[in-house]
C-alpha cells in the first residue's frame, strides 16, 4: 500500500514559478505511473503530466507543455512537478497519483494524494 503526500503549493503572481512535491510511503510497482492532475469544483478532473518510476518517458497535457516539468527522485520516492510561467488559469487543487498504466485516463489512477493548492493572481 502507498501513500501519497503532496506539498509546495501557494500564491505567486502570473509569471511566477512553484514546485509541487509529493513524496510517496510504502512500496510502488517498478512499472508504476506517476501522474500529476488537477480539478477545479464541479468540473472533472484534468491531466497535467506522468512520468514512468522507471525510465524517463513523460507526457504532458498541451495547456502546460513547455512551462510544466515533471520529474522524479527515485532513492527518495518523491514525485515532483516544475510549474514556471504560472497563469491565472492554472489556479486549482494539484494531485498527484500512481497508476499501473501508462493513461493519462484520471480512472486508472488507484492512489491519490490529498491535493496542493496553487492560486496564481493576475
Known amino acids: 500500500q502507498v501513500h501519497l503526500v503532496e506539498s509546495g503549493g501557494g500564491s505567486v503572481q502570473a509569471g511566477d514559478s512553484l514546485r509541487l512535491s509529493c513524496a510517496a510511503s510504502?512500496?510502488?510497482?517498478?512499472?508504476?505511473?506517476m501522474g500529476w492532475f488537477r480539478q477545479t469544483p464541479g468540473k472533472e478532473r484534468e491531466f497535467v503530466a506522468m512520468i514512468r518510476w522507471r525510465g524517463t518517458s513523460a507526457f504532458y497535457a498541451d495547456s502546460v507543455k513547455g512551462r510544466f516539468a515533471i520529474s522524479r527522485n527515485n532513492p527518495e520516492n518523491i514525485l515532483y512537478l516544475q510549474m514556471n510561467s504560472l497563469k491565472p488559469e492554472d489556479t486549482t487543487v494539484y494531485y498527484c497519483?500512481?497508476?499501473?498504466?501508462?493513461?493519462?485516463?484520471?480512472?486508472?489512477?488507484?492512489?491519490w494524494g490529498q491535493g496542493a493548492q496553487v492560486t496564481v493572481a493576475s
Open positions: 497519483a500512481i497508476a499501473s498504466e501508462y493513461d493519462r485516463d484520471y480512472r486508472v489512477y488507484h492512489t
Open positions: 510504502g512500496r510502488a510497482s517498478s512499472n508504476s505511473v
